[in-house]
């Protein structure tokens, strides 16, 4: 069964960095366009960041919230996509989730959870004040 796997998440102070990875396995994933989400505790789920699928690399698109300091890229060869989370906050603190859609448009950018039908089981980030 295809699937996907965080990893990466932990306890941080405010202002360090983690790098959030998430591997999938099945080779539909490799061209999948992906992303992250993350919902806080008594907050709704929210967008974070995209990687279309392309053969240079994904395009990118980033919440305003994390724009600057977060950095999404993807490794098509190992199947894997990075949140690179740098100037964390008390408010990224979150369950952070990874997303894939198969089968989608080329080059295409997807930023609402509704477009994804694969998620990861999360992993948690905590920054501490």
């Known amino acids: 069964q295809e699937q996907l796997v965080e990893s990466g998440g932990g306890l941080v102070q405010a202002g360090g960095s983690l790098r959030l990875s998430c591997a999938a396995s099945g080779r539909t994933f490799s061209s999948a366009a992906k992303g992250w989400f993350r919902q806080a505790p008594g907050k709704e789920r929210e967008f974070v960041a995209a990687?279309?699928?392309?053969?240079?690399?994904?395009?990118?698109y980033y919440a305003d919230s994390v724009k600057g300091r977060f950095t999404i890229s993807r490794d098509n060869a190992k199947n894997t996509v990075y949140l690179q989370m740098n100037s964390l906050k008390p408010e990224d603190t979150a369950v952070y989730y990874c997303?894939?859609?198969?089968?989608?448009?080329?080059?295409?950018?997807?930023?609402?959870?509704?477009?994804?039908?694969?998620w990861g089981q999360g992993t948690q980030v905590t920054v501490s004040s």
């Open positions: 997303v894939a859609r198969r089968g989608g448009t080329y080059d295409t950018i997807y930023t609402t959870a509704r477009e994804y039908e694969q």
């Open positions: 990687i279309s699928f392309n053969w240079s690399g994904g395009r990118t």
